[in-house]
């Protein structure tokens, strides 16, 4: 229904600017994909706040237009043709699952530029983005390890694809420098957001014993799970810690905002170029928010080791890396190759579980 | 094990607001509409007003005016069951999100969980029948006194009549379409009240789309238990418990796979509906007019 209305708008917004088209024609026109409805204190707010910080900094060159709940698949295709033709010259879609619908549109409309977000196919006028989020895993991995009385941390997961198995893994290879036997108990919920069934998961890790609760998943149920059982927890793609103040040792945070800006800066300039850009803690595209609930020692450990992955002096997935069957896994030049992270379905020793489907 | 109960609740509640529909003849598909709207309302009620049965008024009363839509359509024009319903999940699904829009990110204190000094400690026992929140109760009360309306007196068997046979009822006298309308609204009480109890009760805060699905559990639900208020509360902490027990195990590390699991509800439901088909002679079979339009001939 919103997205209709949106649609309208944005339909509305394209005849207005034909009739207006003084003042609007001047202003480059962005546009934006969502996958969910921008209250979802998560991916698609964090989205969303990117484009706002976008707006606050060139507000007077551009004009932003967004479709909410815009399921992938067909109809996504539907909605950035639409975009496209209501005269939006750069366009971020922001889900992994409008890969082929952007290609798709981005073959019809050469002129316009396409940025599509987590996904790795490109063209001439389509770009890729996306964050490492695996670099602020490992810091929560020593976090969970130092806070851990039990010795065993939850892990909700949503599908085991290689991006949340990265983050496992990252997790992992941390938490086994602080305590080398540490275990970890996964739950694959199957689903990037239905509040209750990551409560029900929350809880059935805490009532097995572990007493560090992170996710892989969209919404702040488990963190209040874990406030309630007073255990600890971490937050996932923005801020939670209104629902765990008590609860919350930090959170991975998407930062859209700087980039977005660059980019349609390079689009004004006129020196857009299609890209592959994977940016981390180092460019800010991923961000840790503060740390909070844990001893000063820990807290400077975790600073540390922010530094040091954004100064390159540490990888996370530096060599070697031993995989469940005690085999070294191919690794060159210190550390994996971004190849071999961005399509990880391996998990490493010292992880008692199989990923499921395999 | 006590999260069973917790997660069987809405589907039980929306289940059996669902089977009172059905079995006046009328199928509802707008549940997770209903619910969603009612999760809206209910967590804006008890965030406005500070108090949980504010909340749950106000998202039975939501999920009423939901369904008096679907009765509006439905009944009064004599429009398609089936397309009405998913048009009422749609709108549902979006009206919710402008109506939560400016909840999201409150929350609110949880209700609370009955503590009966001695009985609420009995080991094992105690917790779940005496330690749950007040829904839980409210839940199985509610399925016992439909069991009870439905089978045991004359206004339940005459709306059973209605769904059976709408030309009987119709020429016997009786309302059918007041009737209907009753048992909708009835259903839309119970699917919003299933609702609010998700902020209210299971995870104490609004985000649209929070419902993920469970309306179209309900109505599996009702399948699966052929139309029987006993079977459906089997079916619904059947349903709670093979939720809840998955996680356990892929907690436990028994290697089960979650997809499979996820999924298992509803093959259950198509199992049971290829029973249901092969029982035709003697089992409850569905209302024979489930689904069909009533126009009275005037």
């Known amino acids: 229904m919103r997205k209709i209305l949106a649609a309208v708008a944005a339909a509305l917004l394209a005849t207005g600017a034909g009739l207006f088209s003084a003042s609007a024609a001047d202003k480059l026109k962005v546009g934006f994909i969502y996958l969910g409805p921008i209250g979802d204190l998560g991916w698609t707010y964090q989205h969303d706040q990117g484009r706002l910080a976008l707006v606050k900094e060139l507000g007077d060159k551009i004009e932003t237009t967004y479709l909410e709940n815009v399921s992938e698949g067909p109809d996504s295709e539907r909605s950035i043709e639409q975009l496209a033709r209501a005269g939006n010259k750069l366009i971020f879609t922001t889900s992994f699952g409008y890969m082929e619908p952007t290609l798709k549109v981005a073959k019809k409309y050469p002129n316009v530029h396409f940025e599509h977000a987590t996904g790795y196919k490109r063209d001439k006028n389509m770009s890729t983005y996306s964050g490492k989020f695996y670099e602020g895993r490992y810091i929560q991995g020593l976090i969970a390890a130092k806070m851990s009385k039990s010795g065993v941390l939850g892990y909700i997961g949503s599908f085991p694809i290689p991006e949340v198995i990265s983050g496992i893994n990252a997790t992992m290879l941390a938490a086994q420098t602080i305590n080398p036997n540490i275990k970890v108990k996964i739950i694959w919920v199957n689903t990037w957001f239905d509040p209750g069934k990551e409560a029900d998961a929350a809880k059935a890790l805490i009532d097995q014993g572990a007493d560090v609760i992170m996710q892989h998943t969209d919404s702040p149920a488990a963190m209040q799970v874990a406030a309630e059982r007073g255990k600890l927890a971490f937050g996932q793609d923005s801020e939670m810690i209104k629902f765990g103040p008590k609860t919350q040792l930090t959170s991975i945070m998407d930062n859209w905002g700087p980039y977005y800006i660059e980019r349609v800066k390079a689009e004004l300039d006129g020196k857009w170029k299609s890209e592959d850009t994977w940016d981390g803690l180092k460019e800010k595209m991923v961000v840790m928010a503060p740390y909070t609930n844990m001893p000063d020692d820990v807290k400077k450990l975790a600073e540390d080791t922010e530094a040091a992955i954004k100064a390159g002096t540490l990888h996370p997935f530096k060599c070697p890396i031993i995989g469940q069957d005690g085999k070294e896994v191919e690794c060159k030049d210190g550390h994996l190759a971004d190849g071999a992270i961005l399509g990880m379905n391996f998990y490493v020793k010292g992880i008692d579980d199989k990923i499921p489907g395999k | ?298």
């Open chain 2, 1 to 298: 094990m006590l999260s069973v109960l917790a997660a069987s609740t809405p589907l039980l509640l929306a289940a059996t607001g669902e089977l009172v529909t059905e079995r006046a003849g009328v199928l509802n598909l707008g549940v997770e509409g209903m619910m969603i709207v009612g999760a809206a309302c209910g967590f804006g009620g008890a965030w406005l007003s500070g108090s949980i049965i504010i909340g749950a008024l106000c998202g039975i009363v939501a999920g009423i005016l939901m369904s008096l839509i679907f009765a509006l359509m439905t009944l009064g024009l004599a429009v398609n069951q089936v397309a009405t319903g998913l048009a009422l999940t749609i709108l549902g699904i979006g009206l919710s999100g402008l109506i939560g829009a400016r909840f999201v990110g409150e929350k609110i204190t949880p209700a609370p969980h009955l503590h009966i000094p001695g009985l609420s400690d009995i080991p094992l026992v105690g917790r779940i029948l005496f330690g749950e929140d007040g829904f839980v109760y409210l839940s199985l009360a509610l399925i016992v006194a439909v069991w009870y309306v439905l089978y045991r007196t004359r206004p339940g068997l005459i709306l059973r009549a209605c769904g059976d046979n709408h030309v009987s009822a119709h020429a016997l006298g009786y309302p059918v379409l007041r009737i209907r309308m009753y048992a909708v609204m009835f259903g839309g009480a119970c699917a919003g009240l299933a609702g609010a109890y998700l902020p209210l009760a299971y995870t104490p805060f609004f985000i649209p789309g929070m419902t993920a699905g469970r309306g179209w559990i309900a109505l599996a639900l009702v399948v699966f238990a052929s139309w029987r208020p006993g079977r459906l509360v089997a079916g619904a902490y059947l349903f709670g418990a093979v939720t809840i027990l998955q996680l356990h195990a892929q907690g436990a590390g028994l290697g089960v796979p979650s997809q499979l699991m996820s999924a298992l509800p509803y093959l259950a439901t198509v199992i049971v509906l290829v029973l249901i088909s092969r029982a035709r002679s003697g089992g409850s079979t569905a209302p024979a007019a489930l689904g069909t339009v009533f126009v009275p001939d005037r």
